[in-house]
T-cell receptor, first 115, second 115 residues
Framework: EAQVTQNPRYLITVTGKKLTVTCSQN?????MSWYRQDPGLGLRQIYY???????DKGDVPEGYKVSRKEKRNFPLILESPSPNQTSLYFC??????????????FGAGTRLSVL | AQKITQTQPGMFVQEKEAVTLDCTYD???????LFWYKQPSSGEMIFLIY??????QNATEGRYSLNFQKARKSANLVISASQLGDSAMYFC????????????FGTGTRLLVSP
């Protein structure tokens, strides 16, 4: 089954404790992206990757890191989480990032609470 | 800059009736894509329908259709014969066809379908 898999689905942590949210897709997609969803703001892009070893900042990259060492994986790293990073996070992928019509498929989401 | 506006925070509809969810967009680009996603209470983002800026016909997918009015920069989602399972948040999003694919989302409309 074609899918984007995020783990964990739920996470409660404390300020300053490094964490990683994993994202994996099995569709051989070149483009992957991370979004955060906050009430009243819709989804906003954090980082994206056009291919292996090619990543760039989205609209809200502060406090996050990413890496793309393999085509299928695109982990999101919070080196020192803060309460304002409490949010619902989505990973998404599409066939490639160059054409607007390529549909982005989303993972099930990771609900993060930083205390 | 791209912007998506969804002016209806919430909508109510009775089962079996049709409902229109509004979406207007702002871009100076000529080539772009418009998407609708559904987010049920379980949280995942489900792709519903896509419309390209050069598509002459309105997109349709089963009970979903997209009323695309390019001159008015609107891309309203029409759900025909509403079902209880249609109760969810609905997001309109846009992607530009230049360089990289970034989805810009509206703030969403919560649809409640009553029996």
């Amino acid at each position: 089954e074609a899918q984007v898999t995020q783990n964990p689905r739920y996470l409660i942590t404390v300020t300053g404790k490094k964490l990683t949210v994993t994202c994996s897709q099995n569709m051989n997609h070149e483009y992957m992206s991370w979004y955060r969803q906050d009430p009243g703001l819709g989804l906003r892009q954090i980082y994206y990757s056009m291919n292996v070893e090619v990543t760039d900042k989205g609209d809200v990259p502060e406090g996050y890191k990413v890496s793309r060492k393999e085509k299928r994986n695109f982990p999101l790293i919070l080196e020192s989480p803060s309460p304002n990073q409490t949010s619902l996070y989505f990973c998404a992928s599409s066939f490639d990032g160059f054409i607007a019509k390529n549909i982005q498929y989303f993972g099930a989401g990771t609900r993060l609470s930083v205390l | 800059a791209q912007k998506i506006t969804q002016t209806q925070p919430g909508m109510f509809v009775q089962e079996k009736e049709a409902v229109t969810l509004d979406c207007t967009y702002d871009t100076s680009d000529q080539s772009y894509g418009l998407f609708w996603y559904k987010q049920p209470s379980s949280g995942e983002m489900i792709f519903l329908i896509y419309q390209g800026s050069y598509d002459e016909q309105n997109a349709t997918e089963g009970r979903y259709s997209l009323n695309f009015q390019k001159a008015r920069k609107s891309a309203n989602l029409v759900i025909s014969a509403s079902q209880l399972g249609d109760s969810a948040m609905y997001f309109c999003a846009m992607s530009l066809d230049r360089g990289f694919q970034k989805l810009v989302f509206g703030t969403g409309t919560r649809l409640l379908v009553s029996p």
